[in-house]
């Protein structure tokens, strides 16, 4: 059975001092129903999920009692393409004709906190720095570019046009373009890694309301079909973020199951993919992700960003909106940020970072601790 999705909802991403994280879910979802031509008492079921803004389910005490299913879900940074995933699911299996994927959060300022503990770690994890993962990150990215020929140069541009392409998002946090100097001669936070490589805890909301695909265009005359969705974990030897060691014999991450699986379910592959959203919780993490996804194979990324292929009007733009350096990343809503700004791509509906060329498929991948990815194919 196809499944649509026929109505998006954001509520901007950053700092939102009036408002709590679940004020900016019921945002979200509202926006996402006016969308969509529907009312709250439409929705037959809802996954969401927050990291610290609390229980998603608890919105129905402002958006209505309608004794609906809601299922709260908590996938770490994949929690929201994890919702979107269920909720997919839900459709297909032919159980529900109309539901909801929501996430939101309202993170506090700094790093992430983390108990090692909390990941079936020793204190010992904590104390040698590897619980801060812009360490992890750091150690990872360099042992990337030592294998594969990728500089510094690279990790510079993908920030830069984070930032270039988070100034034309009316939802974005950073909007204020950052040039290649600024961003070289930022703080070092872990080498090779500058501050203003990295995104940050942040706030925001995002919903997307998804339907039986036979009845879409009851709703919008322009339905996004959900070809594919997959979540996969990780296999022993991939090395993720709060792996304690490193195997002799190295495995293929889970983007690399999960792009796989998601590409057999379409029935397309990588190069079919016109617009595409990847997470780059730092500038390595998109570099490294665009050959896991199958865009390019490892050690090419350094002539594709230098011959400005990811750009907007590039070969294949990746995070048109700026991705999470631009966004920030509030864990609930992170993911289907992502699926939003495909959405309004494919649409045609994207304004000042709208891709010309004429668009048909898109694509979306969030990777979450302590080593999961979730991935969507997305078609008009």
């Not at 909106?321 to 791509?345: F, K, M, T």
Request: glycine letters at 12%; proline letters at 4%.
């Amino acid at each position: 059975m196809d499944v649509a999705i026929i109505g998006v909802g954001i509520h901007p991403f950053g700092r939102t001092e009036e408002a709590s994280g679940r004020d900016q879910g019921i945002y979200a979802v509202r926006q996402a129903l006016k969308h969509a031509g529907l009312e709250w008492k439409d929705i037959q079921f809802a996954f969401g999920g927050s990291t610290d803004a609390g229980a998603a389910d608890t919105m129905v005490n402002s958006l209505g009692l309608t004794g609906l299913q809601f299922i709260n879900v908590a996938n770490g940074c994949a929690t929201g393409g994890s919702a979107l995933f269920a909720a997919y699911t839900a459709i297909a299996s032919g159980a529900w004709d109309v539901g909801l994927a929501v996430g939101f959060d309202k993170h506090p300022r700094g790093a992430f906190a983390v108990d090692p503990a909390d990941w079936g770690l020793g204190s010992w994890y904590g104390e040698v720095g590897l619980a801060l993962t812009t360490q992890w990150f750091g150690m990872k990215i360099q042992k990337y570019m030592n294998d594969y020929g990728i500089s510094e140069d690279s990790l510079i541009k993908v920030a830069e046009r984070a930032y270039r392409n988070g100034s034309l998002a009316p939802y974005s946090w950073r909007k204020r373009p950052m040039s290649y100097e600024e961003i070289a001669n930022s703080v070092m936070i872990n080498h090779p890694l500058r501050q203003y490589m990295f995104c940050s805890p942040a706030e925001g909301g995002a919903a997307i309301i998804l339907c039986n695909g036979n009845v879409a265009r009851k709703y919008t005359s322009k339905p996004i079909y959900l070809r594919a969705a997959a979540v996969r974990t990780r296999k022993y030897g991939s090395f993720e973020v709060f792996s304690p060691w490193l195997a002799l014999d190295q495995a293929p991450s889970p983007t690399v199951e999960a792009s796989r699986a998601a590409y057999e379910t379409a029935g397309i592959g990588p190069e079919e993919i016109q617009v595409a959203q990847i997470q780059d919780t730092e500038s390595g993490s998109e570099i490294m992700h665009m050959a896991e996804n199958g865009f390019c194979k490892h050690g090419e990324q350094e002539a594709l960003i230098r011959n400005g292929d990811t750009e907007i009007n590039g070969r294949l733009p990746i995070n048109t909106d700026g991705g999470c350096i631009a966004n920030g990343e509030p864990i609930g809503a992170s993911g289907l940020r992502q699926v939003y700004d495909i959405c309004v791509q494919l649409r045609g509906e994207a304004g000042k970072r709208q891709v010309q060329k004429k668009l048909k498929v898109g694509y979306t991948h969030v990777y979450g601790a302590p080593g999961l990815s979730a991935v969507t194919i997305l078609t008009t």
